[in-house]
């Protein structure tokens, strides 16, 4: 009941765009790109963090979806993960330092291309050879949300870093997607 009433208040708090006294109030990034995604500035080595780096690819995406990308895009800039955007690096170097890769187009030859390079997908299913990672029955190449929205897309990268701290799982999943090749 204490558990259920608390996360009423939080939920009455919340809507009402009061923050409840435990929450802290996050600190505010630095919109530079035209997608308005937030300053990350650290430089991510692949081998040698634990914090794991995304690669968002943002090329011929739908307009639609765009629109959703300010809100993903502060959510993002509260988790451990470095992210580098398409704009900044060439491809080849991106998947080089990245550990996972959030595709929100339908591009088979970029799916290749992160799987061939042990890059984990964070997509939609585009495809059949794109299956959902199951960690119960260790199956599976990628992250999979179902709809273009921001809470779905924020889920499927958190599904992603949560893995990220099992090693076990996450050269797993790794060697699942170069064997998808």
Known sequence: MEIS??????????????RPKTHKMPTQATYTSKYSHPDFSEEPKKSQSNTPAIYIYLQDIHESIKIILGDLFEGLAHLDVKVIFDE???????LEKANMILILNQDKK????????????ITNKFTNEIADYNPNDETGNSFIFENFNEWEIFA???????????PYDWKFISRSCKKSV
């Open 110 to 121: 970029l799916l290749k291309k992160a799987w061939e390079n042990g890059v984990v997908t």
């Open 156 to 166: 499927a990268v958190v599904r992603a870093l949560e893995t990220y701290k099992f």
């Open 88 to 94: 900044e690096e060439p491809l080849e170097t991106a």
């Open 5 to 18: 009433h608390f996360f009423m208040i939080y939920l009455f708090e919340y809507k009402n765009k009061k």
